[in-house]
């Protein structure tokens, strides 16, 4: 017999939880709502700390979805710091760290994802970071302003955002990244130099093609060691080695999981009235033809909402065209819609030296993403495309003309 009773049960206490909260009380439903997260904190957004929490310019509220008396208002329960232990699909159940039962109507898997944590040599050695709470960011903060050299490991948005915002205050940082440009698996070798060129303007110091071999140190790390010889010396180190979704939870409830919990293209996991979003969601993708999962902000926010909606009963599919942004300090902002899983073609539109371009990645004709540095307006147009499966063989010069209207490219 479970210990109570609730109508919706979301799990995780990151973006996607909270915002199926707000939508199923903005849809009118009344039913009760717990909302169960493992962190202490009030349900908030991860980007700023690599930006403006991680340079001093933000406090911790102002990362937060909504505020502890939002809750109360909309009658949701919130239980921070706590860990739902197990799931029971067919009995409708879940148990929490501490020893109750929950019963519930339907629930949502906004378990989020895990940091790749590296198993090499002088892994132990203390001043080694990886970033993904409140607290790390708080940690590196504190070591980068003691110290006289900071070692990035990995050169995708992590590595890059947060050496820009050290950067930025006047720490000295450098990039070591097994890619040979940063940002490049995402935007490839062009755009990727463009980003570079700016880490390196402004005092950042880039190693492509170095993978990591070890860390040395006395206890704390001294130096990193890449598999090439080269030793790069440093008081701390941070890592971006990526994240995997976390489906523990799923996993040992029975559902179906593959790099991530396996959804249809409504969101809803292989038990009936159980939903996933955000990191820890891999869908069916009725845009791309595929199965995607999407590690960003906006997409968890997006999908948090959706499955709220379809809890409701609406049962649409998923639509949504991933969107990505990022920012190296004030010296660039990016934004992106795809993902692109592969190209064989790129198209430029505007002007890279003055920091005013898209860039469009085609693959057999069709739109797979696109990149955009301060022409936000291309992406709306980007995003239909994509949507649409728009074919723009014809329109390769229309693309690459800043001057032309892209809303007629049909």
Same mark, same amino acid.
């Given at each position: 017999?479970?210990?109570?009773?609730?109508?919706?049960?979301?799990?995780?206490?990151?973006?996607?939880?909270?915002?199926?909260?707000?939508?199923?009380?903005?849809?009118?439903?009344?039913?009760?709502?717990?909302?169960?997260?493992?962190?202490?904190?009030?349900?908030?957004?991860?980007?700023?700390?690599?930006?403006?929490?991680?340079?001093?310019?933000?406090?911790?509220?102002?990362?937060?979805?909504?505020?502890?008396?939002?809750?109360?208002?909309?009658?949701?329960?919130?239980?921070?710091?706590?860990?739902?232990?197990?799931?029971?699909?067919?009995?409708?159940?879940?148990?929490?760290?501490?020893?109750?039962?929950?019963?519930?109507?339907?629930?949502?898997?906004?378990?989020?994802?895990?940091?790749?944590?590296?198993?090499?040599?002088?892994?132990?050695?203390?001043?080694?970071?990886?970033?993904?709470?409140?607290?790390?960011?708080?940690?590196?903060?504190?070591?980068?302003?003691?110290?006289?050299?900071?070692?990035?490991?990995?050169?995708?948005?992590?590595?890059?955002?947060?050496?820009?915002?050290?950067?930025?205050?006047?720490?000295?940082?450098?990039?070591?990244?097994?890619?040979?440009?940063?940002?490049?698996?995402?935007?490839?070798?062009?755009?990727?130099?463009?980003?570079?060129?700016?880490?390196?303007?402004?005092?950042?110091?880039?190693?492509?093609?170095?993978?990591?071999?070890?860390?040395?140190?006395?206890?704390?790390?001294?130096?990193?060691?890449?598999?090439?010889?080269?030793?790069?010396?440093?008081?701390?180190?941070?890592?971006?080695?990526?994240?995997?979704?976390?489906?523990?939870?799923?996993?040992?409830?029975?559902?179906?999981?593959?790099?991530?919990?396996?959804?249809?293209?409504?969101?809803?996991?292989?038990?009936?009235?159980?939903?996933?979003?955000?990191?820890?969601?891999?869908? *069916?993708?009725? @845009?791309? &033809?595929?199965?995607?999962?999407?590690?960003?902000? %906006?997409? #968890?926010?997006?999908?948090? $909402?959706? +499955?709220?909606?379809?809890?409701?009963?609406?049962?649409?599919?998923?639509?949504?065209?991933?969107?990505?942004?990022?920012?190296?300090?004030?010296?660039?902002?990016?934004?992106?819609?795809?993902?692109?899983?592969?190209?064989?073609?790129?198209?430029?539109?505007?002007?890279?030296?003055?920091?005013?371009?898209?860039?469009?990645?085609?693959? *057999?004709?069709? @739109?797979? &993403?696109?990149?955009?540095?301060?022409?936000?307006? %291309?992406? #709306?147009?980007?995003?239909? $495309?994509? +949507?649409?499966?728009?074919?723009?063989?014809?329109?390769?010069?229309?693309?690459?003309?800043?001057?032309?209207?892209?809303?007629?490219?049909?």
């Amino acid at each position: 017999m479970a210990d109570r009773e609730v109508d919706f049960l979301l799990i995780g206490g990151g973006l996607a939880s909270a915002h199926c909260a707000a939508e199923l009380r903005k849809r009118g439903t009344e039913g009760s709502i717990l909302l169960v997260g493992r962190e202490p904190e009030l349900p908030y957004e991860r980007p700023p700390l690599s930006k403006e929490y991680l340079r001093g310019d933000a406090g911790r509220e102002d990362a937060h979805v909504n505020t502890a008396g939002w809750y109360e208002e909309n009658g949701i329960e919130l239980l921070t710091g706590v860990n739902v232990m197990s799931l029971d699909p067919e009995a409708r159940t879940a148990k929490l760290q501490g020893g109750d039962e929950v019963a519930f109507g339907k629930a949502l898997l906004g378990t989020g994802a895990m940091v790749n944590i590296l198993r090499v040599e002088g892994a132990e050695n203390e001043g080694i970071h990886y970033l993904r709470a409140f607290g790390n960011s708080d940690a590196i903060r504190a070591d980068a302003e003691a110290a006289e050299h900071v070692v990035l490991i990995g050169g995708s948005y992590i590595g890059t955002e947060v050496a820009a915002s050290l950067a930025a205050k006047g720490i000295k940082c450098t990039i070591g990244m097994m890619e040979e440009v940063a940002l490049s698996r995402t935007f490839g070798e062009d755009a990727g130099r463009w980003f570079q060129d700016k880490l390196e303007a402004n005092g950042v110091t880039v190693h492509g093609g170095e993978e990591l071999e070890a860390f040395e140190g006395d206890g704390r790390v001294r130096a990193v060691v890449t598999k090439s010889g080269l030793a790069i010396e440093c008081d701390t180190a941070v890592v971006g080695a990526g994240v995997r979704a976390d489906a523990m939870l799923a996993q040992r409830a029975g559902l179906e999981v593959d790099d991530g919990v396996v959804c249809d293209s409504k969101l809803q996991t292989s038990v009936e009235g159980i939903y996933a979003a955000g990191d820890c969601c891999s869908y *069916d993708s009725v @845009v791309h &033809g595929r199965r995607l999962r999407v590690e960003h902000w %906006d997409v #968890a926010m997006q999908q948090g $909402m959706h +499955a709220a909606r379809n809890m409701l009963g609406e049962e649409l599919d998923y639509t949504v065209v991933p969107y990505f942004f990022s920012d190296l300090a004030d010296w660039a902002s990016l934004e992106y819609v795809g993902p692109a899983h592969g190209w064989d073609e790129e198209i430029w539109r505007g002007d890279r030296d003055a920091g005013e371009f898209s860039v469009w990645y085609l693959k *057999d004709g069709h @739109v797979a &993403g696109a990149l955009s540095v301060e022409r936000s307006e %291309d992406l #709306a147009e980007a995003r239909r $495309m994509l +949507a649409d499966r728009v074919d723009v063989s014809d329109a390769r010069d229309r693309l690459a003309d800043p001057d032309s209207n892209l809303a007629e490219i049909a």
